[in-house]
């Protein structure tokens, strides 16, 4: 049986993540629980079913080590599939879990989840800016880019679940481009400016959707 990891991460001083639904009855059937830190200091090993553990890198950037271990699962992980969730996402019910066996099942490299209420990668850079996430000069640095390689409005992803299957090269190809990307081109510690334009320059990454069912956001 393979097992698959669902893996976050918190900032040091934030709370621990909510213990998923059902959890105990799903590391019998394949799923590990890992939440990952910057320093692990006085941290217990568990916390409930998650597993403390703590980055191997750091960059010296809260926010950068944040993204870190979400961009860059080949890094922290010994896995060949993982469910990343933002450490604000509750899992509620079976759902999630049996859609990633299927996922799995039909080894699918990558599944995303579309966005409730934004559907352009423009629309929530402006937000990003009006809500003073970013200074006007990063969020334009990462616009600027976007438009010069003609990115249209359209296909935008929420990016606080996903599940990849990261031993794929197509995968590690995105991923790598993806973070390269965020540190080069965006100016920015906001993955999702730059993960529409890495997905559509990895033509050779296969999507699907992912079912947000037993999913709080």
């Known amino acids: 049986m393979r097992t698959i990891a669902i893996y976050t991460y918190i900032n040091e001083g934030d709370p621990m993540p909510a213990q998923p639904?059902?959890?105990?009855?799903?590391?019998?059937?394949?799923?590990?629980?890992?939440?990952?830190?910057?320093?692990k200091g006085d941290l217990p090993d568990f916390?409930?079913?998650?597993?403390?553990?703590?980055?191997p890198i750091s960059w010296g950037d809260a926010r950068l080590n944040a993204v870190l271990p979400k961009l860059n699962p080949q890094s922290v992980l010994d896995y060949e599939y993982s469910l990343w969730i933002d450490s604000r996402v509750?899992?509620?019910?079976?759902?999630?879990?049996?859609?990633?066996?299927?996922?799995?099942?039909?080894?699918?490299?990558?599944?995303?989840?579309?966005?409730?209420?934004?559907?352009s990668v423009y629309t929530y850079?402006?937000?990003?800016?009006?809500?003073?996430?970013e200074p006007f000069k990063v969020v334009y640095k990462?616009?600027?880019?976007?438009?010069g390689k003609g990115i249209l409005p359209g296909g935008f992803q929420d990016t606080s679940v996903m599940f990849r299957s990261h031993e794929k090269d197509e995968v590690l190809e995105f991923d790598r481009w993806w973070w390269e990307c965020l540190l080069t081109h965006g100016g920015s510690h906001y993955d999702m400016l730059m993960h529409l334009f890495a997905m559509k320059d990895t033509p050779s990454l296969k999507c699907e959707y992912l079912n947000p069912?037993?999913?709080?956001m």
Request: glycine share 8%.
């Open 21 to 39: 639904y059902n959890a105990e009855y799903w590391k019998v059937k394949g799923f590990d629980f890992i939440c990952f830190v910057t320093k």
């Open 47 to 55: 916390h409930g079913v998650w597993h403390i553990e703590e980055l």
């Open 90 to 119: 509750k899992i509620t019910g079976d759902s999630i879990y049996e859609h990633c066996k299927e996922l799995q099942s039909r080894e699918v490299m990558y599944a995303g989840l579309k966005h409730k209420s934004i559907r």
């Open 125 to 133: 850079a402006w937000k990003v800016y009006k809500q003073g996430l």
């Open 142 to 147: 990462a616009m600027s880019f976007l438009i």
């Open 213 to 216: 069912a037993g999913l709080e």
